[in-house]
T-cell receptor, first 114, second 115 residues
Framework: GESVGLHLPTLSVQEGDNSIINCAYSNSASDYFIWYKQESGKGPQFIIDIRSNMDKRQGQRVTVLLNKTVKHLSLQIAATQPGDSAVYFCAETMANQAGTALIFGKGTTLSVSS | EAEVAQSPRYKITEKSQAVAFWCDPISGHATLYWYRQILGQGPELLVQFQDESVVDDSQLPKDRFSAERLKGVDSTLKIQPAELGDSAMYLC?????????????FGQGTRLTVV
């Protein structure tokens, strides 16, 4: 079936390093791709999104890259900080018979050591 | 800053009992979602509302789960009877998805433990 997935379940980096979290998707018809951060015991928090007609979008310390040719999405975090430690999910919006659904992948746990 | 409100934060119930969760979305958000998240996994959509109407409940176990959003604002998710496998985090989210914006904003969730 169609789904959003992530390449690695865990990623460990040193404080100050740049982090790259990857995601592969299978639905070419998705309109938006979104990255969420989820800290332990909390709901997912929106980080950044990108429309399907873009290939790059930058935010504060974060950049999302979209490669539609290979159906790949990545989140780059510059100068990673201990507060960035969390689980990161990519999600996609896709049209279904009822409207538009928001579908999540499995998540990558980012651990930042100081 | 506007937030999605959920209650209770934690709920422990015995199997076969009924349990209900409440969600108040961000004002003006027409789209409301209920997700279930098992520890270590991504959120799984249970039901999606557009205003007061259900637009997708294909993954909702309808023999025991029900959801309503009577006035198109706050929403209730009910489980009756609860089973051990229902232990999970139940997340509510709202968005302007039907109004041209994609991102959904999540509440803090309700952690359900069925014993």
């Amino acid at each position: 079936g169609e789904s959003v997935g992530l390449h690695l379940p865990t990623l460990s980096v040193q404080e100050g390093d740049n982090s790259i979290i990857n995601c592969a998707y299978s639905n070419s018809a998705s309109d938006y791709f979104i990255w969420y951060k989820q800290e332990s015991g909390k709901g997912p928090q929106f980080i950044i999104d990108i429309r399907s007609n873009m290939d790059k979008r930058q935010g504060q310390r974060v950049t999302v890259l979209l490669n539609k040719t290979v159906k790949h999405l990545s989140l780059q975090i510059a100068a990673t900080q201990p507060g960035d430690s969390a689980v990161y999910f990519c999600a996609e919006t896709m049209a279904n018979q009822a409207g538009t659904a928001l579908i999540f992948g499995k998540g990558t746990t980012l651990s930042v050591s100081s | 800053e506007a937030e999605v409100a959920q209650s209770p934060r934690y709920k422990i119930t015995e199997k076969s009992q009924a349990v209900a969760f409440w969600c108040d979305p961000i004002s003006g958000h027409a789209t409301l979602y209920w997700y279930r998240q098992i520890l270590g996994q991504g959120p799984e959509l249970l039901v999606q509302f557009q205003d007061e109407s259900v637009v997708d409940d294909s993954q909702l176990p309808k023999d025991r789960f029900s959801a309503e959003r009577l006035k198109g604002v706050d929403s209730t998710l009910k489980i009756q009877p609860a089973e051990l496998g229902d232990s999970a985090m139940y997340l509510c989210a709202s968005s302007l998805l039907g109004q041209g914006r994609a991102e959904a904003f999540f509440g803090q969730g309700t952690r359900l433990t069925v014993v």
